[in-house]
């Protein structure tokens, strides 16, 4: 029971290249994350997709797009990378929360971008 | 103003110290709320959900003050193992499940 996994662990970018995150997760969980964290301000919800079929915009969704190509895997993708998207990339999951927001979040290990 | 406001520290305890974290939130009508440790360079991991009357997990308590809106985390006894950044965390008011992070309070324990 692998978690949530995400590939690649570290990417290095020059600005205007496009690159496509992976995350995928084996708990059967309905809703997957992903946030962006950078220094002083905390983590913040890029995309979010409440069960498959479903993707919805979150606190900065500009300059990304999501896929959640299945109930597994759910991908964020950069289409033109600027150095303000140099962050770490975190994808999460959870079991529906049932509206009272009691579920754990599980995350994958990160993605470590440098946008150049 | 932040949704969910942290000291960042760092708090710099010995082993053996009673520490204390406080995080303060805006939204009154916010439903839930947790504490995530954050390892260096490592994923967020949920340490404790935080009920209304209180909660205690071992040598780890959570308090939360609606009138106040602002929720707490009491550290005992401190191991060299806590050293981490510690994620104040609320559940947004939508139906969007949609979690609200503080950018942390970091804490070293020291020898």
């Known amino acids: 029971n692998a978690g949530v996994t995400q590939t690649p662990k570290f990417q290095v970018l020059k600005t205007g290249q496009s690159m496509t995150l992976q995350c995928a997760q084996d708990m059967n969980h309905n809703s997957m994350y992903w946030y962006r964290q950078d220094p002083g301000m905390g983590l913040r919800l890029i995309y979010y997709?409440?069960?498959?079929?479903?993707?919805d915009k979150g606190e900065v969704p500009n300059g990304y797009n999501v896929s959640r190509l299945n109930k597994r895997e759910f991908s964020l993708r950069l289409e033109s990378a600027a150095p303000s998207q140099t962050s770490v990339y975190f994808c999460a999951s959870s079991v529906v929360g049932g509206g009272q927001g009691q579920e754990t979040q599980y995350f994958g290990p990160g993605t470590r971008l440098l946008v150049l | 103003r932040k949704e969910v406001e942290q000291d960042p520290g760092p708090f710099n305890v010995p082993e053996g110290a009673t520490v204390a974290f406080n995080c303060t939130y805006s939204?009154?009508?916010?439903?839930?709320f947790f504490w995530y440790r954050q390892d260096c360079r490592k994923e967020p991991k949920l340490l404790m959900s935080v009920y209304s009357s209180g909660n205690e997990d071992g040598r780890f308590t959570a308090q939360l003050n609606r009138a106040s809106q602002y929720i707490s985390l009491l550290i005992r006894d401190s191991k060299l193992s806590d050293s981490a950044t510690y994620l104040c965390v609320v559940y947004g008011m939508d139906s969007s499940y949609k979690l609200i992070f503080g950018s942390g309070t970091r804490l070293l324990v020291r020898p």
């Open positions: 939204n009154s009508a916010s439903q839930s």
């Open positions: 997709s409440a069960s498959e079929g479903t993707t």
